[in-house]
């Protein structure tokens, strides 16, 4: 099966046909348009126009900034696409296009792709920052994603009981520092050193 992935950043569109066991056929970018909410969902669609035409595509997977409610394709906010608040983008997509599409945060994103078959495939627990035309992060616990701090506590803590949310927390950042591994995306050559106690590993891509 044939899907496109597009990640939307503040300042390109990257996107790709990209099978389930992740094979990427054809890749490609184009300038992020955010002079309205109407004019960024066009420019999507006309990326899946342009694609579909060489290609069979059975879903849309979209990687975008912001405070997104994924179960339900919610964007509440679009981090740096300031055209985008309170808008159902699955509803609106799914009726463009006519194929199942699904969204997801994009440090989100990143972090599962790295668990998945990336940097982090081996580990139970990593941080993945993303540093683009903004930062963002996510933290991977036991091979999930965290959502909410309080998950962390109790993903980290099992059925300890201790009383004092600082105590919670030295006791997380003890745990996290014993094995977990920080991976840093760029979009450009990098330099890196490693980080006392913790296994520590960039990944660099270029645009070309």
């Known amino acids: 099966m044939n899907y496109l992935a597009i990640d939307v950043g503040g300042t390109f569109i990257k996107y790709a046909v990209i099978t389930d066991e992740c094979a990427i056929s054809v890749k490609d970018k184009t300038p992020t348009r955010q002079d309205s909410m109407e004019i960024f969902i066009d420019s999507l669609v006309e990326i899946y126009e342009k694609v579909s035409s060489s290609y069979e595509l059975d879903g849309v997977a979209l990687s975008m900034p912001g405070i997104i409610d994924s179960k339900r394709g919610f964007m509440y906010t679009g981090g740096t696409l300031f055209c985008i608040s309170n808008v159902n983008i699955v509803e609106i997509l799914e009726q463009r296009l006519h194929v199942p599409v699904t969204v997801e945060n994009d440090a989100k994103c990143a972090a599962l792709a790295e668990l998945w078959k990336g940097a982090v495939k081996d580990c139970n627990n990593a941080i993945v920052v993303v540093c683009g035309t903004a930062v963002g992060g996510a933290v991977i616990c036991n091979r999930e994603i965290v959502i909410y701090r309080e998950q962390v506590r109790q993903m980290v803590c099992g059925t300890q009981h201790i009383r004092r949310k600082i105590q919670i927390d030295e006791f ?35 645009d070309d």
Not at 182 to 199: A, P
């Open 172 to 206: 997380i950042a003890a745990e996290l520092r014993k094995c977990v591994a920080v991976v840093f995306l760029f979009e450009c050559d990098v330099e890196y050193r490693f980080l006392d106690n913790i296994e520590a590993q960039m990944v660099a891509y270029r």
